[in-house]
């Protein structure tokens, strides 16, 4: 499976933006998929995943009132609509399949991922 994130950007506090994740080489329908991200001298963390059929979704809790996670299996992407934006939202993104077909907030347990998509919130 490669996984291509795009939607990143330069967006001022307060604002939104909305990242995708394409999948190719495989069907994504029988994943679970997540978010995570990486700031500048940070460790890599959970921000959100989805299960295979979307039907249970799992959010870190900075950001569980501010971000949605979905998933259209049928274009083979996952996205992540992010609302409210703080400037310690900034870092890359990364969306990462699961080797199973519901999702927790461990790292371990995701196996593919895309290359990151940066996200730059301004004050």
């Known amino acids: 499976v490669q996984l291509q994130a795009s939607g990143g950007g330069l967006v001022q506090a307060g604002g939104s933006l909305r990242l995708s994740c394409a999948a190719s080489?495989?069907?994504?329908?029988?994943?679970?998929l997540g978010w995570f991200r990486q700031a500048p001298g940070k460790e890599r963390e959970f921000v959100a995943g989805?299960?295979?059929?979307?039907?249970?979704?799992y959010y870190a809790d900075p950001m569980k009132d501010r971000f949605t996670i979905s998933r259209d299996n049928a274009k083979n992407t996952v996205y992540l609509q992010m609302n409210s934006l703080k400037p310690e939202d900034t870092a890359v993104y990364y969306c990462?399949?699961?080797?199973?077909?519901?999702?927790?907030?461990?790292?371990?347990?995701?196996?593919?991922w895309g290359q990151g998509t940066q996200v730059t919130v301004s004050s």
């Open positions: 990462a399949t699961s080797k199973f077909l519901k999702v927790r907030p461990i790292e371990a347990e995701y196996d593919y």
């Open positions: 989805i299960s295979w059929n979307g039907g249970n979704t």
């Open positions: 080489g495989h069907t994504i329908s029988s994943y679970g």
